[in-house]
């Protein structure tokens, strides 16, 4: 595939980058946590069934960082990981649950917690770090969290270890993708991918309104180099890791999506090889949806 900027990494690159993530997150001393039900004062937790608990994730040197663990009814069972957007909300899928799924919802960095954040909302420093440090910090941390409550979760007896899958909206639509690329050759069967953000910098750098790209090249303008910011980049464009997206992949846009928009998620789709779905929302802006939803439990069920 021809690189969409010439300072993008390449595919080799690209594979380096994911098995060094993969690597990091196996190898933490990693203890995991049940908490018990808290005040409740930021996000909504669903309590449909015995067994779900919000789980901290702590490691020597680490931010602590936390989940939420809804089980199936009976197992072992496939298990889906779901990832946040940018404002790090937590979340329960108990219609996934009910169809036979794990479910664990995972909120890296300590961004958020099971009584609230941990800072002011969408002050989230990740974008930034991952631009000002030239790919040595920000979304390579994220990640390597995200990785290691995988690994954890896929060692459970209570889950089938090659069948999983990603999914997510806006930032977690993009990072899923991240993650189905990291997670490529260890079993997982699908991703669904909600009007993905971190897709196509090259294509949104173009644009009058760069919607929620404006953050990420208004870092570049403040970092010190020369070009190595674009292959910050592009370590994170989930355009770049199309060669190794070979599971079904299923993305959505909305038509009124100024953040992430159509043309973004579009060019994605146009560049992937295997089983693939694209779905344009009419009259839909930038936000969670039900027909993703919807149309996420439908793919899981097809695939997973």
Not at 61 to 83: D, I, K, N, S
Not at 143 to 170: Q, T
Request: hydrophobic share 40%; charged share 20%; glycine share 10%.
């Amino acid at each position: 595939m021809e690189k969409i900027h010439p300072e993008y990494p390449a595919p080799e690159e690209i594979d380096e980058w994911c098995e060094a993530i993969l690597t990091g997150a196996r190898g933490r001393d990693l203890a995991v946590k049940h908490l018990d039900d808290p005040s409740y004062a930021f996000q909504l937790g669903v309590r449909h069934t015995d067994g779900n608990n919000y789980l901290a994730f702590e490691s020597r040197g680490r931010e602590t960082f936390y989940g939420y663990w809804q089980p199936a009814t009976a197992g072992p069972a496939p298990v889906l990981f779901h990832l946040p957007g940018y404002g790090a909300e937590m979340s329960a899928h108990p219609e996934l649950v009910q169809e036979g799924f794990n479910v664990l919802h995972i909120n890296p960095q300590g961004y958020a917690t099971p009584t609230g954040p941990s800072m002011p909302e969408r002050t989230w420093p990740v974008l930034p770090d991952s631009v000002k440090s030239l790919g040595k910090a920000g979304y390579v941390n994220w990640l390597e969290d995200a990785a290691s409550a995988v690994s954890w979760a896929l060692s459970l007896d209570v889950v089938e270890p090659k069948r999983f899958a990603f999914f997510g909206s806006s930032q977690g639509g993009g990072t899923s993708l991240l993650m189905a690329s990291i997670f490529t050759e260890t079993g997982i069967r699908a991703v669904a991918a909600d009007v993905p953000y971190l897709t196509n910098f090259p294509l949104m750098y173009e644009q009058d309104d760069r919607g929620a790209y404006a953050g990420a090249f208004g870092a570049m303008e403040t970092a010190e180099g020369s070009g190595e910011e674009w292959r910050a980049l592009g370590l994170i464009d989930t355009v770049s890791h199309v060669h190794r997206l070979n599971m079904p992949v299923l993305l959505t846009a909305g038509s009124l999506d100024t953040a992430t928009p159509p043309a973004s998620v579009y060019s994605l789709f146009g560049l992937l090889q295997g089983t693939r779905s694209y779905t344009l929302m009419d009259g839909v802006g930038h936000r969670y949806t039900t027909p993703f939803l919807r149309l996420a439990k439908a793919w899981f069920k097809l695939y997973v």
